[in-house]
């Protein structure tokens, strides 16, 4: 098993920053892929943004390209959201998820583990 709490969220006006941070405990994180969902008011939840293992590679969803940012830290069991340019669209609650893969999925239905979700409310 592995626990999943993300925190950092909150209320932003449209173009500023937040940072996310996710943090895991139970098993080795070096052995999970690392995905950030959102799921907003009505919609399906939906993929932002992963990143490998060793946190070398990243892989983003077309409307957060070049505004968000996934970094991780395997000696803090960390994983991080950098989220800049915020748009009212943005709003949502976001989640952190793992799963046990080399592979770097965008599919929610791939990821074994999941956090609680952090809120995020971008005002115009």
């Known amino acids: 098993q592995v626990q999943l709490v993300e925190s950092g969220g909150g209320l932003v006006q449209a173009g500023g920053s937040l940072r996310l941070s996710c943090v895991a405990s139970?098993?080795?994180?070096?052995?999970?892929?690392m995905g950030w969902f959102r799921q907003a008011p009505g919609k399906e939840r939906e993929f932002v943004g992963v990143?490998?293992?060793?946190?070398?590679?990243?892989y983003y969803d077309d409307s957060v390209k070049g505004r968000f940012a996934i970094s991780r830290d395997n000696a803090r069991n960390t994983v991080s959201l950098q989220m800049n340019s915020l748009k009212p669209e943005d709003t949502a609650v976001y989640y952190c998820?793992?799963?046990?893969?080399?592979?770097?999925?965008?599919?929610?239905?791939?990821?074994?583990?999941w956090g609680q979700g952090t809120q995020v409310t971008v005002s115009s």
């Open positions: 998820a793992a799963k046990e893969s080399i592979i770097m999925g965008t599919s929610a239905t791939r990821y074994d583990y």
């Open positions: 139970g098993r080795t994180f070096s052995n999970y892929v």
């Open positions: 990143i490998n293992r060793i946190g070398d590679s990243t």
